[in-house]
Structure formats: C-alpha cells, structure tokens
C-alpha cells in the first residue's frame, strides 16, 4: 500500500470509536468526540474538523474546554493534533485556553507481515505475555521509570481495568534474571484491519541489542494470530527508526496537547 493508501485507512478505520475502546462517556460536539476516561481524564479527537475556519475552531476549543471543567472529576485533558489536518489557527486556539503540546510523534504504520520475523534474543532474556496484576504492576513501574514519569499506579490500574474487559489487549515483556527489561502492548481494534503497538520501553543498559524489535515481531505475530494484517504506532524519535527498518512508513504526525486543571 502506498504512503496515501496507510493514511486514509488510518483515518477511516481509527478515528473513529474504535480509538477510544475504554472510554465511559462519548460526547459529541460538532465534528469533536469529548472523550471521558477513568480517572479523571479527557480525551479531545475527531476524524477531521469539517472544513472550519480559525473562528470556528476557536469556538470548538473553548466549548470543549467548557465540558470538561464543568466535570469536576476531569483533572486533566488531552487534545490529539494530527499533522495532516486541515486545521487553521488550532495551535495558537489551544495556546490560548492553556493546553500545552508535546513533543511531536511520528504516525508509523505498515504490514504486520513484515514485522513478524524471528528476531534472537541476548543469552539469558526471555520473552512472553503477562496478565497476573504482579506482572502487570512490575512491567508498568518498569515504564514510569523508563518514561521519567513519577511513580504511579494509575496505568498498571487501567492496564488491569482493560484486560478485565477481554477486548484482546495483549501485554508483553522481555525479562532478565526475573527483572522487565523491556515491555509493550498490542491493541487489535476491533472492526478494522489494524492493530496498535504501544508503550515500547527498554532499560537505556540494554537499548540496541534487539529487545524491543523481539518485543515488535512476538506482537506482530500476535496481531496476524487474530486476523490483523496492519500496524500502528504514534513513534518517538527512538523506535521511528527501529519500525522503518522492518517496513513501516510514516504516514503523518501526531501531537498532544495537555490541560491541567488548576
């Protein structure tokens, strides 16, 4: 599939329910999908913006941010930006109400195929599937440390929360002397041809020996296991390289933006 081919099957096929598989609440406003989650987290996203003007998104924006504050559970809200919308003066809108982006990430996609290949593993790591809430726990301390973030149980809750709901979410690690080195999780969307490769993370001592492209390749083959035959991923900087080498293309990017209630 060409470059083009990725990205309109991106945009027909995610943006949609299908991105939000968790969600509690869904509520419409204009083109806008105001997204509510547990734990006091809103989620801004849309399949395009209808063709609106900086003057209309203005409004959007301020009448999403309404929303959430008149939740006094929402704590925190993010606005999902892809790179290829059409989207005049949402930058400067979003500024404006007290979001603030993040570091931007390339939208990686490509065949499931081409991923899943045997890829060797150091002496004495071992790969497999956890979901006991003490595998759960340890491989997500592994990643808010790996992440910088601070110590949380916030997402091993919702990772625990998810797989209670049996939508096919598979968690993987790679382990070393009974320590996670390196994680990640698979996410089949339901309805499409994709499934999401997500939360890749590698101790920075054993970066650049292979973890994470095994991590890839078991998920991948996971992924064709249940009828997938497309990959995505919102990539950093460090695993864009790592999936374009084994095929995947970048199609687009993709930036939060973040609001903190006060």
Request: hydrophobic share 40%; net charge negative.
């Amino acid at each position: 599939m060409s470059t083009a081919e990725l990205l309109a099957a991106y945009d027909d096929q995610l943006r949609t329910d299908a991105e939000t598989p968790s969600a509690i609440e869904v509520a419409l406003l204009g083109p806008l999908r105001l997204v509510t989650f547990a734990n006091g987290r809103g989620f801004v996203t849309y399949r395009d913006l209808g063709g609106a003007d900086a003057g209309e998104i203005r409004r959007l924006v301020a009448e999403a941010l309404a929303h959430y504050r008149a939740d006094p559970e929402i704590t925190r809200v993010e606005w999902k930006t892809r790179g290829h919308d059409i989207a005049p003066g949402l930058h400067e809108a979003l500024l404006d109400h007290g979001f603030t982006p993040d570091e931007q990430e390339s939208i990686m996609i490509g065949s499931a195929e081409a991923l899943a290949v045997d890829i060797p593993l150091p002496a004495g790591a071992t790969l497999r599937q956890v979901s006991v809430e003490a595998d759960v726990r340890a491989m997500s301390a592994m990643q808010d440390e790996v992440f910088g973030d601070a110590p949380s149980d916030e997402m091993a809750n919702a990772l625990l929360r998810r797989l209670g709901f049996g939508d096919g979410m598979e968690l993987w690690v790679v382990e070393v002397e009974g320590e996670i080195v390196s994680a990640g999780r698979l996410e089949p969307v339901a309805g499409t041809s994709f499934a999401g490769i997500w939360g890749g993370a590698t101790r920075a001592e054993w970066r650049g020996r292979g973890l994470y492209r095994a991590l890839t390749a078991a998920r991948a083959q996971s992924a064709i296991s249940a009828g997938k035959s497309l990959i995505h991923s919102d990539s950093t900087e460090y695993s864009r390289p790592i999936l374009e080498r084994s095929g995947l293309q970048k199609v687009s990017t993709t930036t939060p933006y973040r609001w903190r209630r006060s």
